[in-house]
């Protein structure tokens, strides 16, 4: 925390905006060599530590790290060149290397000590983005911080723009993919007639494939590139090329599909159990009175803003117990067509002009956003999206009493996408 502290300036004007791709390779290397440098993998003051990196990166020099100097957690890197070694392997897993080609950097390197090494960053990235998001809650009183947090609000403001972006780090840590491509990784649900393995989701992107439109085409030149990235399947490549053509047509209906019916067996204790399935069958006007129902029927406090009159006002004003309101603004889409980065900031200005300018803001995305929209608002600083799916089983916690009005706001507020993965199970500090 004293190193975000220290440099949350420089880490945050990595971050993509629209208009300008950011340096999210030098914010993940940073970030990395934070972790690495951290007591989690350095003895430090006499404590051994309780996670190891791999013994051949002690005596050599991977990379020169010298024109990160002045923003790393440990700006005499030559002192210990195993932490800048750990984070550029790991970053060029990330960016799409070949685990074959990495371990053989380094005599005795294996893909074992590598994988361990990948999945022991990607745990304390883990724990970094929370420890970030609940030190950047402005609801704590100053004298509960830590020294480095007793700051200005300002900083605050800038720390809250980086949780999202560590954990969406740690997910590439885990997967070895560019954020580009991360989406593809939940297209094959539990019980999915197929996999899709990191070396085939690389070679769809090396041909262009990386989006859903582009998936979604059927013309014969997206149908070659499909079979060329399924070139090793047996015995049928051409039946997962269809499949994934398929997949991606169907694939927020198929999402819907499964959140209604997973949550409608959770919610058999909850008053109006019926609201589930209108809540992912409905669209624009009828979305907007089913959510307005939910919200009843939990108690959830909102005011209506756009009413007869006011033009060009967001939709609700949600009110959580015990901490500041959130502008919520509703987009839905006919069919599965996503919301894009136009529609998904438009809450921003409407908020401004309707007198809300300070208030933290919403998009709630049904029935899902462009993979492309997330990394692009975390800059913001105060905006953030939710797509229908997620925001429901948020909804079936707070109805079973597994989370707090604490707890939903700090997941809505924190820029960039708000994620089931991101949800806490019970209360903590």
């Known amino acids: 925390m004293n190193y975000?502290?220290?440099?949350?300036s420089h880490l945050v004007s990595l971050l993509p905006t629209q208009g300008n791709f950011g340096d999210t390779s030098q914010l993940a290397f940073l970030l990395f060599s934070a972790c690495f440098t951290s007591p989690e993998f350095s003895l430090q003051g006499g404590v051994a530590p309780t996670r190891f990196l791999p013994y051949p990166l002690r005596d050599n020099v991977l990379i020169n790290a010298d024109p990160y100097a002045d923003h790393l957690a440990e700006p005499v890197w030559h002192a210990d060149p195993m932490p800048i070694n750990a984070a550029w392997l790991c970053r060029e897993w990330i960016e799409g290397a070949e685990i074959h080609n990495l371990e053989g950097v380094l005599p005795a390197l294996s893909a074992g000590m590598l994988r361990e090494m990948y999945r022991?960053?990607?745990?304390?990235?883990?724990?970094?983005?929370?420890?970030?998001?609940?030190?950047?809650?402005?609801?704590?009183?100053?004298?509960?911080?830590?020294?480095?947090?007793?700051?200005?609000?300002?900083?605050?403001?800038?720390?809250?723009?980086?949780?999202?972006?560590?954990?969406?780090?740690?997910?590439?840590?885990?997967?070895?993919?560019?954020?580009?491509?991360?989406?593809?990784?939940?297209?094959?649900?539990?019980?999915?007639?197929?996999?899709?393995?990191?070396?085939?989701?690389?070679?769809?992107?090396?041909?262009?494939?990386?989006?859903?439109?582009?998936?979604?085409?059927?013309?014969?030149?997206?149908?070659?590139?499909?079979?060329?990235?399924?070139?090793?399947?047996?015995?049928?490549?051409?039946?997962?090329?269809?499949?994934i053509r398929d997949a991606c047509r169907e694939w927020k209906a198929n999402q819907r599909k499964r959140a209604a019916e997973r949550q409608t067996k959770r919610a058999k204790d909850c008053v109006r159990v019926d609201l589930i399935r209108q809540y992912y069958a409905s669209k624009g006007e009828k979305f907007e009175r089913v959510l307005e129902e939910v919200f009843a029927v939990l108690k959830i406090d909102f005011l209506k803003l756009?009413?007869?009159?006011?033009?060009?006002?967001?939709?609700?004003?949600?009110?959580?117990?015990?901490?500041?309101?959130?502008?919520?603004?509703?987009?839905?889409?006919?069919?599965?067509?996503?919301?894009?980065?136009?529609?998904?900031?438009?809450?921003?200005?409407?908020?401004?002009?309707?007198?809300?300018?300070?208030?933290?803001?919403?998009?709630?995305?049904?029935?899902?956003?462009?993979?492309?929209?997330?990394?692009?608002?975390?800059?913001c600083g105060r905006l953030s999206v939710v797509e229908s799916t997620d925001l429901g089983e948020a909804l079936i916690r707070y109805c079973e009493g597994t989370l707090t009005d604490t707890q939903l706001w700090r997941w809505l507020a924190t820029p960039g996408q708000a994620l089931v993965a991101d949800l806490p199970f019970r209360e903590y500090g």
């Open 120 to 243: 022991n960053l990607g745990w304390t990235l883990q724990g970094l983005a929370s420890i970030a998001a609940a030190a950047a809650d402005k609801r704590t009183p100053n004298s509960s911080r830590p020294m480095s947090l007793r700051t200005f609000d300002t900083t605050l403001d800038a720390i809250a723009k980086l949780p999202r972006a560590v954990r969406r780090l740690s997910f590439r840590v885990q997967e070895g993919l560019p954020d580009d491509v991360l989406w593809l990784t939940g297209l094959c649900p539990p019980g999915s007639p197929y996999r899709l393995p990191r070396h085939e989701i690389l070679a769809l992107r090396s041909s262009g494939l990386g989006s859903p439109e582009a998936l979604m085409v059927g013309s014969k030149e997206a149908d070659i590139a499909r079979l060329g990235a399924f070139a090793r399947v047996k015995p049928d490549p051409q039946a997962k090329a269809n499949w």
């Open 4 to 8: 975000l502290a220290s440099h949350v």
């Open 306 to 379: 756009d009413e007869k009159g006011k033009t060009g006002a967001p939709d609700y004003l949600v009110r959580l117990k015990d901490s500041p309101a959130i502008v919520m603004e509703l987009k839905s889409r006919e069919g599965d067509k996503l919301i894009d980065y136009n529609n998904a900031v438009e809450v921003l200005a409407a908020s401004e002009v309707h007198g809300h300018k300070e208030a933290f803001c919403v998009t709630l995305c049904h029935p899902g956003v462009d993979p492309s929209v997330p990394l692009v608002i975390s800059a």
